[in-house]
């Protein structure tokens, strides 16, 4: 029997240069090294982690040179996508050494984590914040799930493939996502589509599988689903999502990053349920 595997999601870094506050109140690196500690600290310790988009707030090299110097303390490998807040040329040129990044083009990717396969899809636009695969990647995608039918698989990509609800975010949302529907019905072995983007935790069916949207690792956007709803964002409790691959299974759980009380004993030392 195989131990566990354990992956590890974060989404929506968003640092800026020197861990200057994003809309001038929210501490993004402070939230992170949150995460980091976090993450390290877990036992067991995750086995790797995927980080899907928007790791910086303007794609800038200060700002990656920010990141970088704060991921260096994880303790466990790590994979990135880009986001609609990042810049292709700054992120790839950051992440120099992470070698499954292709060196031109867009930043689609494979890679073998464990027992699991990892795709990273690149849905940027530069100069926009909704997202778009076109034919030639969703061609890429086919072929490279045609690859390898039994191996179990999980899809990134930064912006979620439907509509959820939170009107202005929709607006910013996925050009393909019909098309990728497609394709992923096409291959039973896509476990999940692991998103971000959206900022909350969202999770819907799609393509026959599961697609989990992970919440941001500082701000959170405001649960209005009016359609007319203004654009905001609250500091609610960030979070991560831990994906384990056990059994032939895999099954995600969402922990709240922060301090909190606890954790309690639910018995006593003698087995008698406490009071």
């Known amino acids: 029997m195989h131990a ?9 870094l968003h640092i800026k240069a020197g861990g200057r506050l994003s ?3 929210v501490d993004t690196l402070g939230a992170l090294r949150l995460a980091v ?3 390290n600290a877990l036992q067991p310790r995750p086995d790797a982690l995927v980080i899907t988009g928007d790791l910086v707030d303007f794609g800038t090299p200060e700002e990656y040179a920010t990141l970088r110097e704060m991921l260096a303390e994880l303790a466990m490998p790590f994979f990135v996508i880009p986001g609609n807040h990042d810049d292709r040329t700054a992120l790839r040129a ?3 050494d992470h070698p499954y990044l292709p060196a031109q083009g867009t930043l689609d990717w494979q890679q073998d984590c464990g027992p699991l396969r990892l795709i990273g899809l690149d849905t940027h636009i530069p100069g926009e914040h909704g997202g778009r695969l076109d034919a030639a990647q969703l061609a890429w995608l086919d072929d490279q799930l045609s690859q390898a039918p039994d191996q179990p698989t999980l899809v990134l990509l930064h912006h979620p493939p439907f509509p959820v609800g939170i009107g202005h975010m929709d607006r910013i949302g996925l ?15 896509v476990e999940r589509l692991l998103c971000g983007h959206l900022h909350r935790l969202i999770q819907r069916r799609f393509g026959g599988t599961l697609a989990c949207v992970c919440p941001g690792v ?7 689903l009016r359609e007319a709803a203004p654009s905001r964002f609250r500091l609610e409790p960030p979070g991560l999502l831990l994906h384990r691959w056990a059994d032939a299974a895999l099954v995600t759980h969402h922990l709240p990053l ?8 639910f018995f006593a030392a003698d087995g008698q349920l406490l009071d």
């Open 4 to 12: 566990p595997f354990l992956l590890a999601q974060l989404s929506d």
């Open 258 to 265: 922060g301090n909190y009380p606890g954790p309690y004993p």
């Open 94 to 96: 950051a992440f120099a």
């Open 218 to 224: 500082s701000h959170q956007v405001d649960l209005d």
């Open 23 to 25: 809309y001038g109140v």
């Open 175 to 189: 050009d393909g996502g019909a098309e990728l529907e497609a394709v992923i019905r096409r291959h039973p072995q």
């Open 37 to 39: 500690d976090r993450l």
